[in-house]
């Protein structure tokens, strides 16, 4: 079975510029969480969507980030314009909508902002 | 809001000592505790979790955990320490009502010496 996959791996992009993840849950997964983790800090939560629906958004920092999942099944979340702070890696991670709290991370992205 | 800390954000041991990765919480309920581990490249992966079960836990890999509610603590062991063991450790903490949402320690680097 397939884990969850986050594309691409590493991102570098210009002050300005808009960048967009991908997250690709594994399947059957309703759950799909966004996490952040900011210069070697604490992950930090983002957002939780419960199939297409946005549940829990409370730590989405600002109105630059938009999450979407089309369908239900994979999920984007698009930085525009990104900012310096904005740099970090982000996580995905999803899980069976029986067992919320056993949530399986993909490697992350690595987004740079010069 | 959760709060979790991890003591140490680097620890160094020699190959066959023991491994202690110290985390506690900041809430008065107990909620649900987790550790995860992260490889190089890799994803955030599940080493153990505390459900409010056995407050000693067993996990993959030889390591546990021991829940102290007195102490507000969940720190993670294992006896004789392997040079493959050598990653980064996050404690997280979920609550007992929102299993959606997860808080991060700040991560330990675990460093084993030949």
């Known amino acids: 079975e397939a884990g969850v996959t986050q594309f691409p791996s590493h991102s570098v992009i210009e002050k300005g510029q808009t960048v967009t993840l991908r997250c690709d849950p594994i399947?059957?997964?309703?759950?799909l969480y966004w996490y952040r983790r900011v210069m070697g800090k604490e992950i930090k939560f983002l957002l939780h969507f419960v199939k297409e629906s946005k549940q829990d958004e409370s730590g989405m920092p600002n109105n630059r980030f938009l999450a979407e999942r089309t369908g239900g099944t994979y999920s984007t979340l698009k930085v525009q314009p990104a900012e310096l702070e904005d740099s970090g890696v982000y996580f995905c991670?999803?899980?069976?909508?029986?067992?919320?709290?056993?949530?399986?991370f993909g490697p992350g992205t690595r987004l740079t902002v010069t | 809001a959760q709060s979790v800390t991890q003591l140490g954000s680097h620890v160094s041991v020699s190959e066959g000592a023991l491994v202690l990765l110290r985390c506690n919480y900041s809430s008065s309920v107990p909620p649900y505790l987790f550790w995860y581990v992260q490889y190089p490249n890799q994803g955030l992966q599940l080493l153990l979790k505390y459900t409010s079960a056995a407050t000693l836990v067993k996990g993959i890999n030889g390591f546990e955990a021991e829940f102290k509610k007195s102490e507000t603590s969940f720190h993670l062991t294992k006896p004789s320490a392997h040079m493959s063991d050598a990653a980064e450790y996050f404690c997280a903490v979920s609550e007992r009502y929102n299993f959606n949402k997860f808080y991060f320690g700040s991560g330990t680097k675990l460093n084993v010496k030949p």
């Open positions: 399947s059957g997964h309703d759950n």
């Open positions: 991670a999803s899980s069976q909508e029986s067992v919320p709290y056993e949530q399986y």
